[in-house]
């Protein structure tokens, strides 16, 4: 069994330790695993198995047609990685959700979040408080990509939840300071944070929705409750190690190599 594990080639260079985690324990399997970068996975012997660790859903279907299981799938990576399509997804399954708009004309009250619907680790996020501050900043998502959703009453406050398969690894609660968003990225603080029972059954109602391999479900809190906010098909692991003694690559790795005996 033959496998890839598929970067940018920049973000390659930020997580060499990372990569190196999942190389090292399939080869303690007898199980090769090559990096392969974007430009050039067409290129190659067609794998038996792809780690895809880049939002490039395009790439996940044409290896899925070519025959290759992709961890994450091509439908968890499309659905997932379009906030659009993520939230319209949930409120059709009768998950709550903030108060969404995907027109900016339709937002009536303030502050409100905008995002790209593709955005990722923070990026292009900001909290508006006017008219105004709104429209200046629409000129940054071209045609029409982004989405805005009213402010949680925790701000600088979100949870993370990390899920294999169906199981629920382990939660990370991240706050900021600093800022609203509260991503570990940005200077978020971590810790350990243990789910009461009805957070759990929120997280099992939607990993009943998808065949996830592994994400990260992520939460803001509001008045009290968390409430659905995104999902990330190529989530970052630190803070799991930063915090815990959780192998979460060696579980993933298992996981994978399961799937793929079955």
Same mark, same amino acid.
């Given at each position: 069994?033959?496998?890839?594990?598929?970067? @940018? !080639?920049?973000?390659?260079?930020? &997580?060499? $330790? +990372?990569?190196?985690?999942?190389?090292?324990?399939?080869?303690? =399997?007898?199980?090769?695993?090559?990096?392969?970068?974007?430009?050039?996975?067409?290129?190659?012997?067609?794998?038996?198995?792809?780690?895809?660790?880049?939002?490039?859903?395009?790439?996940?279907?044409?290896?899925?047609?070519?025959?290759?299981?992709?961890?994450?799938?091509?439908?968890?990576?499309?659905?997932?990685?379009?906030?659009?399509?993520?939230?319209?997804?949930?409120?059709?399954?009768?998950?709550?959700?903030?108060?969404?708009?995907?027109?900016?004309?339709?937002?009536?009250?303030?502050?409100?979040?905008?995002?790209?619907?593709?955005?990722?680790?923070?990026?292009?996020?900001?909290?508006?408080?006017?008219?105004?501050?709104?429209? @200046? !900043?629409?000129?940054?998502?071209? &045609?029409? $990509? +982004?989405?805005?959703?009213?402010?949680?009453?925790?701000?600088? =406050?979100?949870?993370?939840?990390?899920?294999?398969?169906?199981?629920?690894?382990?939660?990370?609660?991240?706050?900021?300071?600093?800022?609203?968003?509260?991503?570990?990225?940005?200077?978020?603080?971590?810790?350990?944070?243990?789910?009461?029972?009805?957070?759990?059954?929120?997280?099992?109602?939607?990993?009943?929705?998808?065949?996830?391999?592994?994400?990260?479900?992520?939460?803001?809190?509001?008045?009290?409750?968390?409430?659905?906010?995104?999902?990330?098909?190529?989530?970052?692991?630190?803070?799991?190690?930063?915090?815990?003694?959780?192998?979460?690559?060696?579980?993933?790795?298992?996981?994978?190599?399961?799937?793929?005996?079955?």
């Amino acid at each position: 069994m033959f496998g890839v594990i598929i970067y @940018e !080639r920049t973000a390659a260079e930020r &997580n060499k $330790n +990372y990569i190196q985690l999942f190389i090292d324990d399939f080869a303690k =399997k007898n199980i090769e695993l090559k990096l392969i970068y974007t430009d050039e996975i067409f290129k190659i012997e067609k794998p038996d198995f792809a780690i895809v660790r880049v939002i490039a859903p395009e790439i996940t279907k044409k290896l899925e047609s070519s025959g290759v299981r992709c961890f994450n799938s091509y439908e968890v990576s499309r659905i997932t990685n379009d906030k659009a399509l993520t939230y319209k997804f949930m409120t059709d399954k009768g998950i709550d959700i903030m108060d969404t708009f995907y027109n900016a004309e339709d937002v009536k009250e303030f502050p409100v979040v905008i995002k790209p619907k593709n955005s990722h680790g923070g990026d292009r996020v900001f909290m508006v408080n006017s008219r105004n501050e709104l429209n @200046e !900043r629409l000129y940054m998502y071209p &045609n029409g $990509n +982004y989405v805005i959703q009213r402010v949680a009453s925790d701000r600088g =406050k979100d949870l993370r939840v990390y899920v294999i398969g169906k199981e629920i690894i382990c939660a990370m609660l991240r706050q900021s300071d600093k800022d609203f968003r509260s991503n570990y990225c940005l200077g978020g603080k971590a810790s350990v944070y243990n789910l009461s029972d009805d957070e759990k059954a929120l997280v099992k109602r939607i990993t009943e929705m998808f065949d996830f391999d592994f994400v990260g479900i992520d939460f803001v809190f509001n008045n009290g409750s968390i409430v659905f906010n995104e999902i990330e098909d190529v989530a970052g692991s630190r803070m799991v190690y930063s915090c815990t003694d959780i192998d979460i690559v060696k579980m993933y790795a298992n996981y994978i190599i399961k799937e793929m005996t079955k």
